[in-house]
């Protein structure tokens, strides 16, 4: 099982970055995705989540209205969509898949990958 993000890096506040996850190594599109971020010091925490089919999406309050997940199950790759980024986005993103459904807690998670640095800095 590989699951491999991408699309990290450095912008200014109000800017905008897209990130991917890539996967193999199981059926992705019997699974829920999520993306979660730590920041330094602190706990892993739920960003979003989308549901297998896509037709269920979940946000934390702090990034509703700003970030977008989506997910190709054609190509076995989730995304997130980051726009309007703060300050207080700069974290290593990670995304994970699970096969319970509403989960927003890292134990709930089956798989995950290694993470991408968001950094968000003028």
């Known amino acids: 099982v590989q699951l491999q993000a991408s699309g990290g890096g450095l912008v200014q506040p109000g800017g905008s970055l897209r990130l991917s996850c890539a996967t193999s190594?199981?059926?992705?599109?019997?699974?829920?995705m999520g993306w979660f971020r730590q920041a330094p010091g602190k706990e892993r925490e739920f960003v979003t989540s989308?549901?297998?089919?896509?037709?269920?999406?979940d946000y934390a309050d702090s990034v509703k209205g700003r970030f977008t997940i989506s997910r190709d199950n054609a190509k076995n790759t989730v995304y997130l969509q980051m726009n309007s980024l703060k300050f207080e986005d700069t974290a290593v993103y990670y995304c994970?898949?699970?096969?319970?459904?509403?989960?927003?807690?890292?134990?709930?998670?089956?798989?995950w990958g290694q993470g991408t640095l968001v950094t968000v800095s003028s």
């Open positions: 989308i549901t297998w089919s896509g037709r269920s999406i």
């Open positions: 994970a898949a699970t096969f319970r459904a509403l989960a927003t807690r890292p134990l709930e998670y089956d798989y």
């Open positions: 190594g199981f059926t992705f599109s019997h699974y829920d």
